[in-house]
């Protein structure tokens, strides 16, 4: 197998700086490029078509799980592994819905991080041992909340973008959807949570694990 080409996206200098110099020696791994946010992210994929992205899940302009999404859309072929700090199932599963095909605690070992990344090009998912692999896996598969309020995929991306404090008009245009449809969405997404207003909707975004404090 070819050398992994591996493009490294976080908003932190020095933890960009930390893994390069953590992967700088491992065997059969090239580091392609760095990205402080989701927009360089997609930028680069575009210009450097990497095989392997570590993407970090809280970031400005444009978060790691709408970028991931972007990015898998457009290049399927390219495996994306959520690096984060964020201790969540339910984040966990909102990640692979979204396209990644692996997530990574920020706190894990190198030996972690090198076995997620030959894992997922051998075609598995990983998820870190530090969560409870089964119960991601059941998140990912199931539209189920903890509250045992049910929201389609979709509806779970738009109540995440929103939360962000992105506009309708951004939404539609990340998710590639309509402006009126994104509003259905959220009226829908506002009665089955009898949530009234935009911050109504962040706080029951943080409440379903769909936002992390310190992703």
Known sequence: MPDCRLLIVDDHGMIREGLCALLAN??????????????EAIALCRSLQPDVVLMDLKMPLLDGVSALTLIGRRWPKILIIALTSDVSEHNAALALRAGAVGYVLKRSRRDDLLQ???????????????????????????????????LTERERQV???????????????????????????RLNVMKKLDAHNAADMTQWAYRLGLLGEDQ
């Open 116 to 150: 997620a990344i030959a894992q997922v090009r051998a075609g598995k998912i990983f998820i870190d041992p530090g969560l409870d692999a089964s119960q991601v896996i059941a998140l990912r598969n199931s539209g189920e909340t903890a509250s045992g309020i049910t």
């Open 159 to 185: 109540l995440k973008l929103v939360a962000d404090g992105l506009r309708n008009r951004d939404v539609a245009e990340i998710l590639c959807i309509s402006l009126k449809t994104v509003e259905t969405h």
């Open 26 to 39: 491992a065997p059969g791994i090239v580091v392609a490029g760095e990205a402080q946010d989701g927009h």
